[in-house]
């Protein structure tokens, strides 16, 4: 009797919502090409969240505009939201806003279809400084997962975000799978997927194209398996900046495989922040089976990463790095810094394993350096160039 109830409240709160779901749980958004679907999708979506079976949420093909939206549970069961068309951030309705797009506290999610989400970044672009200070104007990050657990991300795109397209925050067990993102290498601070304080995630087959960092690690990350990226342009693959600010997590179990960076300002980075906030450890960081075409600083761990002078290099960073593997990685290098570990003098790295190595560097000041400094790798099969031949020098890169 009561149940009977229930349900019959349930699809009260729906008609009044406007939506009523079909008889396999599909809630489609209806809209026309060109018109704004904001309040139809949150419509959609609350529908969705309230209905007691699975269900999905279906957004046709074609393009439509959207405002900032929070689809937000706790939801009463799994969801599922099926983009086939574009969605294109509104600019006037984002004015000051910091997120586009948020997935927020949903346990059993997917999404997936095709679609697009397009951040319409060019016009933002011109006026964002953030890349040259810390005093700026925030723009919004397109998409955000927070506090989303078992939950699986396919075959969707982000193009042209304003600021970091994707951005992962308290996940649990969440797959991203071929997934694209695409925007122009000059285009500032649109990092691909930025993970932090998340447990249990996967980037799988996925294709990242963009400005900043292609994937890029922040504190408290536990368990990332990256495997078959492509990335390029941007700035490649980066454990940290860790250490900017207090009260930040350790970093652990961190694995990127078979991935190939094309083009990159940077490949495969470790930065902590010289003079730490906090005295973190990031342990098992692991790199193998990589290829790098043209890719400038491949190889780098620098515990005095310091953009801006925006601290003081004197004070070692008290970041320790404990259980880090580079294998099997080859390619050519875009300039003679190949292999750079600048570990920290108050704690150096340590187990730290080199494995084959085989990265080229034609450019005329060559030739290619390895350098090491407060670490004493363990090397298993070859390097070239040869492992710490090089004393450590000023760093000749800075990019953000
Ligand atoms: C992880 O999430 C997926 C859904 O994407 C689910 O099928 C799987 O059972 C979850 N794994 C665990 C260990 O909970
Ligand atoms: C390598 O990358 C640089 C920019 O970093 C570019 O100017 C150059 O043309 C590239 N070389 C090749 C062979 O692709």
């Known amino acids: 009797m009561g149940s009977y109830l229930g349900i019959s409240v349930i699809f009260s709160v729906l008609c009044l919502l406007g939506f009523s ?10 809209g026309s090409s060109g018109s704004d679907i904001t309040s139809a999708l949150l419509k959609a979506f609350t529908s969705a969240c309230q209905a007691p079976t699975p269900s999905k949420v279906v957004i046709p093909k074609g393009e439509f505009k959207l405002g900032e939206i929070v689809m937000a549970g706790p939801c009463k069961a799994p969801i599922e939201i099926t983009l086939h068309g574009t969605v294109k951030a509104d600019g006037k309705a984002l004015h000051g806003k910091e997120k586009w797009v948020v997935f927020q ?13 397009d951040g319409e970044g060019n016009a933002a672009w011109r006026v964002n400084n953030c890349h040259k200070t810390f005093q700026c104007k925030k723009l919004p990050i397109s998409i955000r997962f927070d506090f989303v657990e078992n939950a699986e991300i396919r075959d969707i795109s982000s193009v042209d975000s304003k600021n970091f397209h994707i951005n992962v925050l308290g996940a649990k067990n969440l797959t991203f799978d071929h997934v694209k993102v695409i925007a122009p290498a000059e285009s500032p601070n649109t990092d691909g997927i930025h993970l932090g304080r998340s447990e249990g995630v996967k980037i799988l087959n996925s294709k990242i194209a963009t400005g900043d960092d292609c994937i ?8 990332l398996h990256v495997e078959k990226v492509e990335c390029g342009p941007g700035h490649g693959i980066s454990v940290g900046s860790l250490g900017r600010y207090g009260h930040e997590e350790d970093v652990s179990d961190i694995t990127v495989k078979s991935c190939t960076l094309t083009g990159t300002d940077n490949g495969l980075r470790i930065k902590t922040w010289p003079s730490a906030a906090c005295s973190t450890t990031a342990a098992g960081i692991h790199f193998e ?3 790098l075409n043209n890719v400038s600083n491949p190889i780098l761990i620098d515990q005095e990463y310091c953009p801006w002078n925006q601290c003081n290099k004197n004070k070692p960073s008290t970041i320790k790095l404990i259980d880090v593997s580079f294998k099997n990685i080859k390619g050519t290098s875009g300039n003679k810094d190949v292999v750079k570990l600048l570990c920290s003098k108050a704690h150096p790295c ?7 190595i085989n990265i080229q560097y034609k450019g005329a000041d060559g030739p290619a350096t390895f350098q090491c400094s407060n670490v004493s790798p363990k090397l298993t099969g070859n390097q070239n160039p040869k492992a710490c031949s090089t004393p450590p020098g000023t760093a000749a890169h800075k990019k953000a």
């Open 216 to 223: 890029s690690v922040g504190d408290g990350m536990k368990k």
């Open 21 to 30: 779901a079909n008889a396999h749980g599909v809630f489609s958004v209806p």
């Open 289 to 291: 089976d990589i290829t």
């Open 105 to 117: 506290r949903i346990n059993g999610f997917k999404l997936n279809g095709g679609g697009i989400f």
């Open 350 to 356: 340590a187990n730290v394993e080199i494995g084959n």
